[in-house]
């Protein structure tokens, strides 16, 4: 018999999870090249085989066009195909190939056979798309034990439920094309979804955009060279930036060279630029965080903690918004891009 995994199967990026069967905690398995978190990216070639993760975004990076990412979207939806070799494809049998892929990867990682998950779904998927889910878990040879909403993965990941108290939670996720926030009530019997709202098109793409605009309208002041039509530059330009997004994390400034065909350059980029040229990004976030407040009437002085989940929370400028907005300094401890995978193993 295999073991049990709790999988985060996210629209840009996945995870997965279990219990350390040594430490009885929760982690995430890694993947072959180390990372906690895994591109949701499939790229198919010509001799049948199907790339996923890193390998297939590097792909997509050089704008190869059997590269396909962002299939979560249309998960359910009977009219989304996509044909490649002449075959085509539904966004729940892309799903189901990248779960296989996950899994077997894992398995590989950890010596042990899986059989069964958990799989999170965005508290907003209808029925149809939570079907759709199961579905592609059970393509990918996995026992679905259940679909677990992410903001109650994220939840459990902290642990909010294992206390003796009664909490209002606030959980800000934005990942790489969504933003999704969500109140939830949490005492130790039960984590109760009261609203949710989001933005199904926002995401740390657009801060990828914003650097890729940049960079280019200052090659082009530097070089006097446009790159902004030729598609292949734009996607070279479009990896770059979100290098460069990671790295602004951490330090003040980044230098991005930059060539194009004889010219060779280069471009430096500083987080109080960033924050300038991708601040109007920000303020739908709020907007979308406060109608959802309205809606179930709670105001910041009845939220006891807010829980920062998604990659594009570990960007200075949120962090400093959230803490603003929220009057709080967000809870700690668990990686923001890890939570929902390891809610999920706990779950599972
Ligand atoms: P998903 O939307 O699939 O749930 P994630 O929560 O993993 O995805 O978020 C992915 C996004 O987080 C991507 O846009 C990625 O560029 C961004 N991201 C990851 N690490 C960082 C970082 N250190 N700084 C800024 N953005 C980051
Ligand atoms: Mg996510």
């Known amino acids: 018999m295999g073991i049990r995994v709790g999988i985060d199967l996210g629209t840009t990026f996945s995870a997965v999870a279990r219990i350390n069967p040594n430490t009885g905690k929760p982690e995430i398995i890694k993947n072959s090249f180390g990372s906690a978190i895994t591109p949701s990216v499939l790229c198919f070639e010509s001799n049948g085989n199907i790339l996923f993760g890193e390998d297939a975004k590097n792909m997509q990076a050089v704008g190869d066009t059997n590269a396909i990412a962002f299939f979560k979207r249309s998960m359910g939806k009977e009219l989304f195909s996509v044909e490649f070799y002449g075959k085509s494809y539904t966004a729940t049998e892309l799903s189901a190939i990248l779960l296989r892929k996950l899994k077997e990867e894992a398995e590989q990682q950890i010596g042990e056979k899986i059989d069964s998950a958990v799989i999170t779904v965005p508290a907003y998927f209808t029925h149809k798309e939570r079907s759709a889910t199961i579905e592609a878990g059970k393509k990918a040879g996995l026992d679905v034990i259940s679909i677990v909403n992410e903001p109650t993965a994220a939840a459990f990941a902290y642990g909010l439920n294992e206390k003796d108290t009664e909490q209002t939670v606030l959980i800000y996720d934005l990942g790489g094309g969504t933003f999704d926030v969500t109140l939830a009530y949490i005492n130790k019997d039960e984590i109760r979804i009261l609203g949710s709202d989001g933005d199904h098109e926002l995401g740390g793409k657009d801060w990828d955009d914003c650097i890729a605009r940049y960079l280019a309208s200052e090659f082009e002041e530097k070089y006097g060279v446009d790159v902004s039509d030729d598609p292949e530059m734009v996607s070279a330009l479009l990896v770059k930036a979100e290098n460069a997004k990671k790295q602004l994390t951490l330090k003040d400034v980044v230098d991005i060279p930059i060539a194009y065909g004889t010219v060779r350059g280069n471009v430096e980029i500083t987080e109080q630029i960033f924050e300038e040229i991708s601040q109007f990004l920000i303020g739908t976030t709020k907007d979308v965080t406060e109608r959802l407040m309205e809606s179930v009437q709670i105001g910041w002085r009845q939220i006891d903690g807010v829980i920062l989940v ?25 990686n923001v891009d890890e939570a929902v995978a390891i809610g999920a193993a706990i779950r599972a």
């Open 310 to 334: 998604g990659g594009s929370t570990r960007m200075r400028m949120i962090r400093n918004y959230v803490k603003e907005m929220s009057g709080k300094e967000p809870l700690s401890g668990v």
